[in-house]
């Protein structure tokens, strides 16, 4: 596509409850990225794919958290029993080559807003 | 691990003057630096970076940025600002040898007056 999409745009849910995130990264993109940003703060990393499979998922918060790529393009954020301090914007970004000819130009989503009743 | 402080989470400014938005990273490996820039209800998009070589980067719109290692610095400046530039501006690094990992610092909103 055009450019890295996200969805839901807006979610909102109760406390407790399961959540999926999309992301659609721009086409022949082998980088994905997760990040999530809280009101007032910059971005803080989540997590990294190369491809298929996870290469850095340091920075998810807890096990509540978990991200899947199974085919090595569309992503999915899963978050189960959400709490209110999960309410934040997940963003993704996505980026042609991750490592050695860094460019660190990623493409960033629009986000997705997810708040936590 | 890698630390980003931007001193300044709001600056005001008057259409035409200029603008300067303060950036600086900690780190105990070698880093790449950026500024993104996030116009309202869009996305980030990259402003301008650091590699290597000349310690002074500009964008295609008038910013520029200039990498100073001893004072580990990364500040971004424009001389004279227009009302399109308003918008939340955030600086990151990664390192140097870790792909595209960025860490962001809080962000400065720069609100341009007419």
């Known amino acids: 596509g055009a450019g890295v999409s996200q969805t839901p745009s807006n979610k909102v849910t109760e406390k407790g409850k399961y959540v999926e995130l999309r992301c659609d990264p721009i086409s022949g993109h082998t980088a994905l990225y997760w990040y999530r940003q809280s009101l007032g703060q910059g971005p803080e990393f989540l997590i990294y794919?190369?491809?298929?499979?996870?290469?850095?998922d340091s920075g998810l918060p807890n096990d509540r958290f978990f991200a899947v790529r199974p085919e090595g393009s569309v992503s999915t954020l899963k978050i189960q029993r959400t709490e209110r301090g999960d309410s934040a914007v997940y963003l993704c970004a996505s980026s042609l080559t991750p490592t050695s000819s860094n460019t660190g130009e990623l493409f960033f989503g629009e986000g997705s807003r997810l708040t936590v009743l | 691990a890698q630390s980003v402080t931007q001193l300044d989470s709001q600056v005001p400014v008057f259409e035409e003057a200029p603008v300067e938005l303060r950036c600086n990273y900690s780190?105990?490996?070698?880093?790449?630096l950026f500024w993104y820039v996030q116009y309202p209800n869009q996305g980030l998009q990259l402003l301008l970076k650091?590699?290597?070589?000349?310690?002074l980067v500009e964008s295609i719109n008038g910013f520029e940025a200039e990498f100073n290692k001893s004072q580990t610095s990364f500040h971004l400046r424009k001389p004279s600002v227009h009302i399109s530039d308003t918008a939340e501006y955030f600086c990151?690094?990664?390192?140097?040898?870790?792909?595209?990992?960025?860490?962001f610092g809080g962000g400065t909103r720069v609100l341009v007056k007419p």
């Open positions: 650091y590699l290597s070589g000349s310690t």
């Open positions: 780190s105990s490996v070698s880093v790449y």
């Open positions: 990151a690094v990664s390192p140097a040898a870790a792909g595209n990992k960025l860490t």
């Open positions: 794919f190369q491809g298929t499979g996870a290469a850095d």
